[in-house]
């Protein structure tokens, strides 16, 4: 069975990136490159990370017209990904044209996920931005979407999985927020443990810092198989 666990490599320099996947297993897990690692070490870190045996998310969560999205989605599968993402709120017809760009594309296509409400984000900071409802609703009211224009699944919280897989069964759910017993929550509002996770339907589970930032990172992924053999 593979892993269901990505390792976000949040780190500030390629180097930094590839001594922390030098100390991973490509069967234990998948890793996630985002916007911080990417805009300073491009696509040769992409490259480098295949070389090395694993597949990689490019978590850039794509957000503009439907053009230049769709031309971006393009570029990313071009580079090989094995998962890439839009923000739902960009809208049906940005989210179809992503579809449609990948449709034509000759060779293994990523899997295109729809970001919903970000897991730093609670109702409080939805009213902030002028959306006077849940997290709860948002993220349905998104994933209705980015299942009409045939997205592959979603971003979301742990914490709405279940509820997400009654609406849609087939979505892939890819889940950060995720926190091990004992770890700090950070910038984290919506959060489960990797356990309460998988129990609640995550597909993945996205873990940056409870890993990347443990003193034996490959240990403190070893203690999550742990926790989810139990
Ligand atoms: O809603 C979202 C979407 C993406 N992320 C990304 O996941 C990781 C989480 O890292 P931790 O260190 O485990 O908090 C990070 O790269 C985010 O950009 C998210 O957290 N929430």
Redesign the pocket.
């Known amino acids: 069975m593979q892993s269901p666990i990505i390792v976000?490599l949040?780190f500030p320099s390629e180097a930094q990136a590839l001594a922390l996947a030098e100390r991973l297993n490509p069967k234990q897990c998948r890793l996630?490159v985002?916007?911080e690692l990417f805009t300073r070490s491009g696509p040769q870190v992409v490259k480098a990370l295949h070389a090395m045996g694993f597949e990689v998310f490019l978590?850039l969560?794509f957000h503009d017209i439907p053009n230049t999205t769709a031309m971006a989605v393009k570029a990313a599968a071009e580079l090989g990904v094995w998962m890439v993402n839009v923000h739902c709120s960009g809208g049906l017809k940005m989210m179809h044209a992503c579809r449609e760009v990948l449709d034509l594309h000759e060779g293994p296509k990523p899997l295109l996920i729809g970001?919903t409400?970000?897991?730093?984000m609670e109702q409080k900071d939805l009213a902030g931005i002028g959306l006077d409802i849940s997290p709860e609703e948002q993220v349905l009211r998104l994933a209705g979407l980015a299942e009409q224009a045939g997205l592959d699944g979603l971003?979301c919280?742990a914490k709405e999985a279940q509820m997400l897989k009654r609406h849609w069964p087939s979505g892939q759910l890819v889940t950060?927020?995720?926190r091990p017993v004992g770890s700090m929550q950070?910038?984290?509002k919506r959060i489960l443990t990797p356990s309460q996770a998988l129990e609640a339907g995550s597909d993945y589970l996205?873990?940056?810092?409870?890993i990347?930032q443990a003193e034996d990172p490959a240990s403190a992924l070893n203690a999550i198989f742990a926790e989810l053999a139990q």
């Open positions: 976000a949040d996630k985002g916007k978590d969560k970001v409400v970000l897991t730093s971003v919280s950060p927020g995720i950070d910038d984290q996205v873990i940056g810092r409870p990347t």
